[in-house]
């Protein structure tokens, strides 16, 4: 299979996943006719309300720290805008007033566009990783159909996250360090954790660049003239989320605005380990119990699959699941293991062996729609 086979073939894909999830709303009877409107409602939910908001009126002016921080007051659930980050709903807002379309119209086009280059960029990658384009193909399709991943597809920022990420370690894999730093300055302000991908990233350039390898360092490379100029790119990250700040603390008075707003969903500091297995009312309990197992089984994998990733790649699996646990919530836990191509290179390696390993792409798939089921009924396993 060539490069550019291989990029027709999962666009292709993508969009029989794309039919795939109308005609699965509407024979499951969620929505009563196939038509734009009901397509685009198939795709909206939960947080897309938020970024709508933000899209149509930007972020308001916080005078209160209540306003902020959100909780129960009064019998009323206050929650805040500034919880979820900037970059989504400002290029909804740019299309829809460049266009003239409806925010809707807007997050429908930016999921057409980033859903593709979400995995033509994972297609990409793993032709340079694996050296096997059949094999990057079923990765790429592998990824494709898995359980929860209707989310790449969704009005949600995680193809926006993804497409950004995967690129930047395209860029460093290719040497582009420029093109590097643009992408870095998105990728930190799409969502919270955006700003922890410079350290899988940069020591991903570290191992490329043959400064650390076989778990140690080249001390005379890592202080090379070389080295310490391309490490400056890395530097456009930690900028713009300065920048982000200084905006914040100007609209609220607080430098980290969003990370007060998490106060508004429940969410507290605490170690990792207990946000697994909690259970705050009977209505929860069900989604708690699978989202803690969800992510048990991933943390196993990866234990699992440690020795076989660089390091740079371990730090990123780690990172994305022991910080949001750290919150204090697991709700959202299938989304944040869903970027996680590590592991899914991992998984597909073992099943691209298989005689079955077709047969299971159609298992996975088949999961993927009962877990779609769920979210669109608005009783999800996980948000």
């Given at each position: 299979?060539?490069?550019?086979?291989?990029?027709?073939?999962?666009?292709?894909?993508?969009?029989?996943?794309?039919?795939?999830?109308?005609?699965?709303?509407?024979?499951?009877?969620?929505?009563?006719?196939?038509?734009?409107?009901?397509?685009?409602?198939?795709?909206?939910?939960?947080?897309?309300?938020?970024?709508?908001?933000?899209?149509?009126?930007?972020?308001?002016?916080?005078?209160?720290?209540?306003?902020?921080?959100?909780?129960?007051?009064?019998?009323?659930?206050?929650?805040?805008?500034?919880?979820?980050?900037?970059?989504?709903?400002?290029?909804?807002?740019?299309?829809?007033?460049?266009?003239?379309?409806?925010?809707?119209?807007?997050?429908?086009?930016?999921?057409?566009?980033?859903?593709?280059?979400?995995?033509?960029?994972?297609?990409?990658?793993?032709c340079l990783?694996?050296?096997?384009?059949?094999?990057?193909?079923?990765?790429?399709?592998?990824?494709?159909?898995?359980?929860?991943?209707?989310?790449?597809?969704?009005?949600?920022?995680?193809?926006?996250?993804?497409?950004?990420?995967?690129?930047?370690?395209?860029?460093?894999?290719?040497?582009?360090?420029?093109?590097?730093?643009?992408?870095?300055?998105?990728?930190?302000?799409?969502?919270?954790?955006?700003?922890?991908?410079?350290?899988?990233?940069?020591?991903?350039?570290?191992?490329?660049?043959?400064?650390?390898?076989?778990?140690?360092?080249?001390?005379?490379?890592?202080?090379?003239?070389?080295?310490?100029?391309?490490?400056?790119?890395?530097?456009?990250?930690?900028?713009?989320?300065?920048?982000?700040?200084?905006?914040?603390?100007?609209?609220?008075?607080?430098?980290?605005?969003?990370?007060?707003?998490?106060g508004g969903?429940?969410?507290?500091?605490?170690?990792?380990?207990?946000?697994?297995?909690?259970?705050?009312?009977?209505?929860?309990?069900?989604?708690?119990?699978?989202?803690?197992?969800?992510?048990?089984?991933?943390?196993?994998?990866?234990?699992?699959?440690?020795?076989?990733?660089?390091?740079?790649?371990?730090?990123?699996?780690?990172?994305?699941?022991?910080?949001?646990?750290?919150?204090g919530s697991?709700?959202?836990?299938?989304?944040?293991?869903?970027?996680?191509?590590?592991?899914?290179?991992?998984?597909?390696?073992?099943?691209?062996?298989?005689?079955?390993?077709?047969?299971?792409?159609?298992?996975?798939?088949?999961?993927?729609?009962?877990?779609?089921?769920?979210?669109?009924?608005?009783?999800?396993?996980?948000?």
């Amino acid at each position: 299979m060539t490069y550019i086979n291989g990029v027709v073939r999962i666009i292709a894909v993508l969009f029989l996943l794309k039919v795939g999830y109308l005609l699965f709303a509407y024979f499951s009877g969620n929505i009563n006719e196939i038509n734009y409107d009901s397509y685009k409602y198939s795709l909206s939910r939960n947080d897309f309300g938020w970024y709508s908001r933000i899209a149509t009126n930007g972020y308001s002016t916080i005078t209160q720290k209540r306003d902020l921080a959100g909780g129960w007051y009064d019998g009323r659930l206050i929650q805040s805008e500034w919880a979820f980050f900037p970059v989504y709903p400002s290029l909804c807002r740019a299309i829809t007033n460049i266009a003239g379309w409806s925010v809707f119209e807007s997050a429908l086009l930016l999921s057409y566009i980033f859903s593709i280059t979400t995995f033509v960029g994972l297609f990409t990658f793993c032709c340079l990783y694996c050296k096997n384009n059949l094999q990057a193909f079923y990765i790429t399709i592998l990824v494709m159909v898995f359980p929860f991943h209707y989310y790449y597809s969704m009005f949600y920022t995680e193809a926006l996250f993804f497409t950004f990420m995967i690129f930047s370690f395209i860029c460093i894999y290719k040497k582009q360090y420029l093109l590097l730093s643009l992408f870095l300055i998105p990728l930190t302000l799409i969502r919270p954790n955006g700003i922890v991908l410079v350290a899988p990233l940069y020591f991903y350039y570290l191992e490329q660049t043959d400064v650390f390898q076989n778990w140690s360092f080249d001390w005379k490379k890592l202080f090379s003239r070389s080295t310490i100029l391309n490490s400056l790119y890395f530097l456009a990250a930690p900028i713009a989320l300065g920048i982000y700040c200084l905006y914040q603390y100007s609209k609220t008075g607080y430098y980290f605005a969003f990370a007060v707003a998490q106060g508004g969903w429940g969410k507290t500091t605490m170690m990792p380990y207990n946000a697994l297995y909690q259970y705050h009312d009977q209505a929860s309990n069900l989604m708690d119990m699978f989202n803690s197992t969800y992510t048990v089984i991933a943390m196993i994998f990866a234990l699992f699959a440690w020795r076989k990733l660089p390091l740079s790649f371990n730090i990123l699996i780690w990172l994305a699941i022991i910080l949001p646990l750290t919150a204090g919530s697991v709700i959202s836990m299938p989304r944040y293991i869903s970027t996680l191509f590590p592991l899914f290179i991992i998984l597909a390696y073992h099943l691209y062996k298989t005689k079955y390993k077709f047969l299971i792409l159609g298992c996975l798939f088949c999961l993927q729609l009962y877990t779609y089921y769920h979210f669109f009924n608005n009783s999800p396993l996980g948000f």
